[in-house]
């Protein structure tokens, strides 16, 4: 039996669930601290920080900044900016 995988969606929902990791240690960051009074390295744990940047290391990898752009998407607004600084220079992308 020869089923092939559907490449593109397999991305979308690897962005999807990626994205709502990634939301959730937003959302923490929220509940820490007021991120117009703090600076991007106190919004994040340090492990969020890495993993973030892990996260962003492994769609470029694997898929590039296409996969990266639709992680972003997948995300609220709120969260999307503040990735948006952990990623610069992963890749092509820049913040």
Request: hydrophobic share 35%; aromatic share 10%; glycine share 10%.
């Amino acid at each position: 039996m020869d089923k092939k995988i559907d490449i593109n969606r397999v991305n979308e929902g690897l962005a999807v669930m990626l994205a709502q990791e990634m939301h959730q240690y937003c959302m923490e960051g929220e509940q820490r601290t007021n991120f117009s009074q703090t600076n991007l390295g106190d919004y994040f744990t340090k492990p969020q920080h890495q993993r973030i940047q892990d996260i962003g290391e492994f769609l470029n990898g694997v898929g590039g900044f296409y996969l990266m752009v639709k992680v972003c998407e997948a995300m609220p607004d709120t969260g999307s900016s503040k990735i948006n600084y952990l990623w610069s220079g992963i890749g092509t992308w820049q913040a």
